[in-house]
């Protein structure tokens, strides 16, 4: 009988299967023809996750870092990838049809959030094959789409570390 966990494995074989890896979970399934449990977490859960995490990282509760520097953010500065305001040059409908600035507001709603990216360690108890997943690091993913509404990809908003080795480790990499 073969037995997976991700449960603290323990004795003198549980070794470290790997010390970094960094992967996309969809917490919200991509084909509304998979089984409900497939690559989602059901809708008020995966409300209740998201809105955990957003809120931990606005009020401060957690460190917080720009995904692609990793300075360090501040509230504020948390608040603005959350809820930002982009200027845009629209014609005007009515002669002379001159441009007119026009502001609009995005805010990331919490079903925005479709996707998590995790930084583990993994560690995993060769006799029993038990397996340990260490999170050192959360980044809450959102879609992107194009001018014709097809999927792009997905943004990353910001990395939650939960281990004071990152973002340090990260640098060491040149990430």
């Known amino acids: 009988m073969l037995t997976l966990s991700c449960s ?3 004795g003198p074989t549980e070794n470290i299967v790997t010390k970094r890896i960094q992967y996309d979970v969809s917490i919200v399934s991509p084909d509304p023809d998979y089984d409900w449990w497939v690559q989602n977490i059901e809708g008020s859960d995966r409300e209740k996750l998201v809105r955990n995490i957003l809120q931990a990282a606005d009020k401060g509760r957690v460190k917080v870092y720009d995904f692609f520097t990793l300075k360090p953010l501040t509230s504020e500065d948390v608040k603005g ?8 040059s629209i014609e005007s409908t009515l002669p ?3 441009l007119v600035d026009t502001i609009i507001s ?3 709603r919490l079903t925005d959030i479709t996707r998590i990216r995790f930084l583990e360690e993994w560690r995993m108890d060769e006799n029993a094959l038990i397996f340990e ?3 050192y690091g959360i980044c809450p993913l959102v879609e992107v789409f194009t001018e014709t509404g097809e999927l792009k ?6 990395w939650i570390f939960l281990d004071d080795r990152y973002p340090k480790e990260f640098e ?4």
């Open 8 to 10: 603290r494995g323990t």
């Open 81 to 88: 990838i959350l809820s930002r305001k982009d200027t845009v």
């Open 96 to 98: 002379p049809y001159d």
């Open 106 to 108: 995005r805010e990331v």
């Open 133 to 135: 997943k260490k999170v």
């Open 153 to 158: 990809g997905y943004k990353p908003l910001f």
């Open 172 to 175: 060491s990499l040149g990430l």
